[in-house]
C-alpha cells in the first residue's frame, strides 16, 4: 500500500505507518519483474504508568522508577521542582502533587512514563503537657489519624501502646514522651517529630481536719480546722 509512504515510486521513501504495515518493492526491466517484501512492525508506545511517590513539603525524592535500558533523549514535564529536567533520575521537590511524564528515545519510538508523585503535608500532634498523680493514667496525642502513617512513641515505658496515635500514658515519674510519624518504605520521606511531658505527683493529697466544741447541745457550734497536706485547694461537703 501507499499508506505512510513520502514517495511511492522512490526506491529510498521513509514511512509513517500508523499500523503494521507489509510494503511490496516492485522492480520491473522490460518484460523482467521482481518483488521485495519490508514488513515494519508499529511499536504503540502506550503510556507506562509508574508506581506513585509520596513526599512532603521540604522533601526531596529521586524519579528513578522508569526503565531507562536502550533508552536515550529524556526529558521530563512539567520541569517545576525538578534537578535536572533532561536526565533519566533527576530529584524532585515539588510543593504540590505532581503528574511528572517522561519522555525517551528508542530506536525509532518515543515512550512515555507518566510518574505520579503526591505530596502531604502531615502533623505528628503528641498533645498538651499533663499533670497527674500516681498511679493515674491520662490520654496524650490525638484522635485525629494520618491514612498510611504509622506511629512510634518513645519511651514506650509506662503506656498502653507505643504504636497508636492516641495511647493512655501513666508513668511512675516525671516523663517526655516523643511521638514519630513516618511512612512505612519511605524512609525519611514526611517524618515528623512532637513531644508531650506528663508531670507525675507523687505526693498525693491527704484530706485530714480537725474540730472543736463551741456551745452547748442545741445549737452546738464546731470549729473546723484544714489540716489536708500536699493540695492546692479545699472543698467541704455536708
Known amino acids: ?27 520491473e526491466l522490460g518484460t523482467c519483474r521482481d ?21 512532603c513539603p521540604g522533601d526531596t525524592i529521586a524519579l528513578n522508577q522508569a526503565d531507562t535500558t536502550g533508552r536515550t533523549n529524556f526529558q521530563w514535564t512539567p520541569t517545576t521542582g525538578l534537578s535536572n529536567p533532561g536526565v533519566p533520575f533527576p530529584n524532585a521537590w515539588p510543593s504540590s502533587s505532581q503528574n511528572y511524564i517522561l519522555t525517551a528515545q528508542r530506536g525509532a519510538c518515543l515512550d512515555t512514563f507518566r510518574q505520579p508523585v503526591k505530596v502531604l503535608d502531615p502533623t505528628a500532634f503528641a498533645g498538651a503537657d499533663k499533670l497527674i498523680c500516681f498511679g493515674d493514667q491520662v490520654p496524650i496525642g490525638s484522635t485525629d489519624t494520618l491514612p498510611g502513617f504509622q506511629y512510634q512513641w518513645t519511651p514506650s515505658s509506662g503506656l498502653s501502646s507505643d504504636i497508636v496515635p492516641r495511647p493512655l500514658a501513666g508513668p511512675n515519674s516525671p516523663t ?3 511521638l514519630q510519624t513516618f511512612l512505612p518504605g519511605f524512609p525519611g520521606v514526611c517524618e515528623r517529630i512532637d513531644s508531650v511531658f506528663v508531670d507525675v505527683q507523687t505526693d498525693l493529697p491527704l484530706a485530714d481536719f480537725d474540730w472543736q466544741e463551741g456551745g452547748g447541745c442545741l445549737g452546738m457550734k464546731l470549729s473546723l480546722s484544714d489540716l489536708s497536706s500536699n493540695s492546692d485547694s479545699v472543698a467541704w461537703y455536708i
Open 1 to 27: 500500500p501507499t499508506a505512510g509512504l513520502s514517495d511511492s515510486t522512490s526506491l529510498s521513501p521513509s514511512v509513517t505507518p500508523t499500523s503494521d504495515q507489509t510494503y511490496t518493492l516492485i522492480f
Open 35 to 55: 518483488t521485495l517484501d519490508y514488513i515494519l512492525q508499529v511499536d504503540p508506545s502506550p503510556i507506562i504508568d509508574l508506581p506513585e511517590l509520596v513526599l
Open 176 to 178: 517526655t514522651y516523643v
